[in-house]
């Protein structure tokens, strides 16, 4: 289970930092092109860099989903609880597990729709119009993405049964700025 603790961090770390280094090098690439010294542009005119617009959506897709599934496990997944918090424990706690609960079966429900989605596409010819990878990979995003904000919502459905704690985000707090100040200190 460790292994799932920080993937998506992880993964949106990646693929940010993927998206980063294609556009740059796509911007690096037009700017340099219109260069005419040394031959320059004559190099770097056969160079074709039309496919990081469209791998750079792709990428953005993927964050998307995978950011879902973080803000869910971390509280900062869009919520409306303001009428929630105005009840009394009892039936607060049974509308937060109904609402975890409807989350998990909702994400779920568009993960196996995506998967079927993704299975029937797998079986055509369809690709992405300039990278011409198989459409089916590009959509792996919604079912992968979609099963593991379920597991999520489930994940802190258990955790607020077992303690009555959800996770929650402090916009205040930077993580990791504990230690540096500690080190500081030393």
């Known amino acids: ?84 918090n105005k009840l009394n424990t009892p039936w607060r706690k049974k509308f937060i597990i109904f609402g975890l609960l409807a989350g998990a079966t909702f994400t779920g429900l568009v993960g196996t ?26 959509y792996m995003a919604v079912p992968l993405g979609s099963y593991l904000m379920a597991f999520r919502f489930l994940q802190v459905a258990w955790h607020f049964i077992q303690t009555g704690d959800l996770p929650k985000h402090d916009h205040s707090h930077v993580e990791g700025l504990e230690e540096e100040i500690k080190g500081e200190k030393a």
């Open 1 to 84: 289970m460790k292994i799932l603790d920080h993937l998506e961090e992880w993964l949106i770390a990646f693929l940010m930092a993927a998206a980063t280094i294609v556009t740059f090098v796509a911007v690096l690439h037009r700017y340099a092109s219109g260069i005419t010294l040394f031959g320059i542009q004559d190099a770097l005119i056969h160079i074709n860099t039309s496919w990081a617009q469209e791998l750079t959506i792709y990428m953005f897709v993927w964050m998307a989903k995978f950011g879902a599934a973080y803000g869910v496990r971390t509280g900062i997944h869009v919520g409306v609880d303001v009428l929630i």
């Open 113 to 138: 729709f995506g998967a079927k989605f993704v299975y029937e596409l797998s079986h055509t010819s369809s690709v992405s119009e300039v990278l011409e990878i198989p459409m089916w990979i590009v």
